[in-house]
Protein backbone atom coordinates (compact mmCIF):
# COMPACT_ATOMS: atom_id res chain seq x y z
CA UNK A 1 0.00 0.00 0.00
CA UNK A 2 1.17 3.48 -0.96
CA UNK A 3 0.40 7.03 -0.59
CA UNK A 4 1.19 9.05 -3.67
CA UNK A 5 0.96 12.90 -3.76
CA UNK A 6 0.38 14.26 -7.26
CA UNK A 7 1.02 17.82 -8.41
CA UNK A 8 0.69 18.96 -12.43
CA UNK A 9 2.18 22.14 -12.80
CA UNK A 10 0.55 24.52 -15.70
CA UNK A 11 2.90 24.85 -18.04
CA UNK A 12 4.11 22.20 -19.50
CA UNK A 13 1.51 20.32 -17.18
CA UNK A 14 3.47 17.47 -16.18
CA UNK A 15 2.85 14.94 -12.85
CA UNK A 16 5.77 14.87 -10.22
CA UNK A 17 5.56 11.62 -7.74
CA UNK A 18 7.07 13.83 -5.08
CA UNK A 19 7.30 10.80 -2.71
CA UNK A 20 6.56 7.41 -1.72
CA UNK A 21 6.04 5.73 1.68
CA UNK A 22 5.67 2.29 1.84
CA UNK A 23 3.53 -0.24 4.33
CA UNK A 24 6.90 -1.36 5.73
CA UNK A 25 8.00 2.18 6.41
CA UNK A 26 4.94 2.57 7.87
CA UNK A 27 4.51 -0.18 10.15
CA UNK A 28 8.38 0.47 11.73
CA UNK A 29 7.60 3.38 12.54
CA UNK A 30 4.59 4.92 15.71
CA UNK A 31 1.64 5.82 15.14
CA UNK A 32 2.70 9.46 16.44
CA UNK A 33 6.31 9.72 14.69
CA UNK A 34 4.96 8.45 11.40
CA UNK A 35 2.62 11.39 11.28
CA UNK A 36 5.28 13.75 11.72
CA UNK A 37 7.15 12.10 9.00
CA UNK A 38 4.34 12.29 6.74
CA UNK A 39 4.01 15.92 8.20
CA UNK A 40 7.67 16.98 7.44
CA UNK A 41 7.32 14.85 3.63
CA UNK A 42 4.12 17.26 3.05
CA UNK A 43 6.23 20.01 3.74
CA UNK A 44 8.88 19.06 1.77
CA UNK A 45 6.84 18.33 -0.86
CA UNK A 46 5.10 21.27 -0.88
CA UNK A 47 8.32 23.54 -0.47
CA UNK A 48 9.74 21.78 -3.67
CA UNK A 49 6.54 22.44 -5.89
CA UNK A 50 6.89 26.09 -5.11
CA UNK A 51 9.66 26.58 -6.05
CA UNK A 52 9.24 24.23 -9.58
CA UNK A 53 6.09 26.35 -10.19
CA UNK A 54 8.36 29.27 -9.36
CA UNK A 55 11.17 28.18 -12.11
CA UNK A 56 8.76 27.66 -14.49
CA UNK A 57 7.21 31.28 -14.10
CA UNK A 58 10.54 32.63 -14.31
CA UNK A 59 11.70 30.69 -17.82
CA UNK A 60 8.53 31.00 -19.57
CA UNK A 61 9.26 35.34 -19.41
CA UNK A 62 11.64 34.63 -21.63
CA UNK A 63 10.51 31.69 -23.29
CA UNK A 64 7.71 33.50 -24.45
CA UNK A 65 9.49 36.74 -25.62
CA UNK A 66 8.60 37.46 -29.63
CA UNK A 67 11.71 36.93 -31.83
CA UNK A 68 11.48 41.04 -32.93
CA UNK A 69 11.76 41.30 -29.04
CA UNK A 70 15.28 40.04 -29.31
CA UNK A 71 16.00 41.67 -32.46
CA UNK A 72 14.95 44.43 -31.02
CA UNK A 73 18.03 44.12 -28.10
CA UNK A 74 20.24 43.76 -31.16
CA UNK A 75 19.79 46.18 -32.52
CA UNK A 76 20.86 48.43 -30.23
CA UNK A 77 24.31 49.88 -31.16
CA UNK A 78 24.89 51.81 -27.41
CA UNK A 79 22.41 50.35 -25.37
CA UNK A 80 20.87 51.71 -22.52
CA UNK A 81 23.11 50.99 -19.47
CA UNK A 82 20.24 49.26 -17.54
CA UNK A 83 19.98 46.44 -20.71
CA UNK A 84 23.50 46.05 -20.75
CA UNK A 85 23.56 45.45 -17.06
CA UNK A 86 20.95 43.42 -17.51
CA UNK A 87 22.41 41.29 -20.38
CA UNK A 88 25.72 40.80 -18.64
CA UNK A 89 24.00 39.11 -15.88
CA UNK A 90 21.99 36.85 -18.58
CA UNK A 91 25.51 35.86 -19.63
CA UNK A 92 27.23 35.20 -16.65
CA UNK A 93 24.53 33.39 -14.99
CA UNK A 94 24.87 30.95 -18.44
CA UNK A 95 28.74 30.72 -17.95
CA UNK A 96 30.46 33.33 -19.91
CA UNK A 97 33.83 34.87 -18.43
CA UNK A 98 33.25 38.34 -18.31
CA UNK A 99 36.23 39.47 -20.35
CA UNK A 100 33.93 37.60 -23.24
CA UNK A 101 31.10 40.23 -22.98
CA UNK A 102 32.87 43.33 -21.78
CA UNK A 103 31.60 44.54 -25.13
CA UNK A 104 28.14 45.36 -26.39
CA UNK A 105 28.80 43.93 -29.88
CA UNK A 106 29.92 40.76 -28.53
CA UNK A 107 26.48 40.16 -26.49
CA UNK A 108 24.82 40.69 -29.46
CA UNK A 109 26.67 37.80 -31.05
CA UNK A 110 25.38 35.81 -28.50
CA UNK A 111 22.23 36.56 -28.66
CA UNK A 112 22.01 36.02 -32.68
CA UNK A 113 23.25 32.13 -31.88
CA UNK A 114 20.72 29.04 -33.09
CA UNK A 115 20.22 25.91 -32.38
CA UNK A 116 21.30 24.58 -29.10
CA UNK A 117 23.62 27.80 -28.68
CA UNK A 118 20.41 29.94 -29.23
CA UNK A 119 19.93 32.30 -26.20
CA UNK A 120 15.97 31.41 -25.34
CA UNK A 121 17.05 27.67 -25.33
CA UNK A 122 19.82 27.85 -22.86
CA UNK A 123 17.74 29.38 -20.57
CA UNK A 124 14.88 26.97 -20.67
CA UNK A 125 17.49 24.08 -19.78
CA UNK A 126 19.72 26.02 -17.36
CA UNK A 127 19.47 25.06 -13.91
CA UNK A 128 20.07 27.42 -10.77
CA UNK A 129 22.19 24.89 -8.87
CA UNK A 130 24.81 25.06 -11.93
CA UNK A 131 25.70 28.52 -11.01
CA UNK A 132 28.67 28.95 -8.91
CA UNK A 133 28.49 31.36 -5.40
CA UNK A 134 30.22 34.35 -7.02
CA UNK A 135 28.74 34.42 -10.02
CA UNK A 136 25.23 34.61 -8.04
CA UNK A 137 26.61 37.10 -5.86
CA UNK A 138 28.34 39.50 -8.60
CA UNK A 139 24.96 39.39 -10.75
CA UNK A 140 23.01 40.36 -7.23
CA UNK A 141 25.33 43.43 -7.67
CA UNK A 142 25.25 44.07 -10.88
CA UNK A 143 21.29 43.99 -10.60
CA UNK A 144 21.20 45.88 -7.08
CA UNK A 145 18.75 49.23 -7.77
CA UNK A 146 16.58 48.02 -10.28
CA UNK A 147 13.26 46.46 -10.81
CA UNK A 148 10.74 45.07 -13.60
CA UNK A 149 9.20 48.55 -13.93
CA UNK A 150 12.46 50.60 -14.67
CA UNK A 151 13.83 47.68 -16.59
CA UNK A 152 10.38 47.62 -18.24
CA UNK A 153 10.07 51.60 -19.12
CA UNK A 154 13.44 50.85 -21.28
CA UNK A 155 13.11 47.77 -23.08
CA UNK A 156 10.29 45.20 -22.85
CA UNK A 157 12.92 42.41 -23.79
CA UNK A 158 15.41 43.25 -21.12
CA UNK A 159 12.71 43.29 -18.34
CA UNK A 160 11.99 39.50 -18.99
CA UNK A 161 15.44 38.98 -19.22
CA UNK A 162 15.65 40.64 -15.59
CA UNK A 163 13.25 39.01 -14.09
CA UNK A 164 14.75 35.18 -15.16
CA UNK A 165 18.11 36.64 -13.89
CA UNK A 166 16.30 37.96 -10.41
CA UNK A 167 14.97 34.99 -9.67
CA UNK A 168 18.29 32.62 -11.03
CA UNK A 169 20.21 34.33 -8.83
CA UNK A 170 17.79 34.71 -5.72
CA UNK A 171 17.34 30.88 -6.31
CA UNK A 172 21.09 30.04 -6.17
CA UNK A 173 21.88 32.10 -3.21
CA UNK A 174 18.63 29.99 -1.10
CA UNK A 175 20.82 27.12 -1.55
CA UNK A 176 24.05 25.84 0.09
CA UNK A 177 27.36 27.61 -1.03
CA UNK A 178 28.54 23.95 -1.92
CA UNK A 179 26.46 22.25 -3.60
CA UNK A 180 26.18 18.57 -2.26
CA UNK A 181 26.00 15.84 -4.52
CA UNK A 182 23.34 14.42 -2.84
CA UNK A 183 21.57 17.41 -3.88
CA UNK A 184 23.06 17.33 -7.65
CA UNK A 185 22.25 14.02 -7.60
CA UNK A 186 17.86 14.94 -6.67
CA UNK A 187 18.52 17.34 -9.34
CA UNK A 188 19.11 14.68 -12.20
CA UNK A 189 16.71 12.44 -10.81
CA UNK A 190 14.01 15.21 -11.44
CA UNK A 191 15.70 15.95 -14.38
CA UNK A 192 15.16 12.57 -15.67
CA UNK A 193 11.44 12.85 -14.69
CA UNK A 194 10.65 16.31 -16.62
CA UNK A 195 12.26 14.22 -19.83
CA UNK A 196 10.09 11.07 -19.40
CA UNK A 197 6.82 13.11 -18.90
CA UNK A 198 7.61 15.12 -22.12
CA UNK A 199 8.21 12.01 -24.36
CA UNK A 200 4.84 10.68 -23.00
CA UNK A 201 3.15 14.08 -23.81
Request: net charge positive; with cysteine.
Given at each position: ?125 FEPDT ?11 ILAGM ?49 NENLM?
Open positions: MYAFFHWTLPEPAMKLRLFRVSEKTKQKTSAGGYEKVLATKVHEAETLLVKLKRLEFLKRQVMELKQQTIAELKSYQQPPPIVKFVMTATFLILGHNGKDIQKWNQMVVLMGKTGKEALKRRVQQMPWNVATSCQEDTASVADVSAGAAAFYVWCEGMVEERLSLPKEISKELKEKRKQLDRRKSK
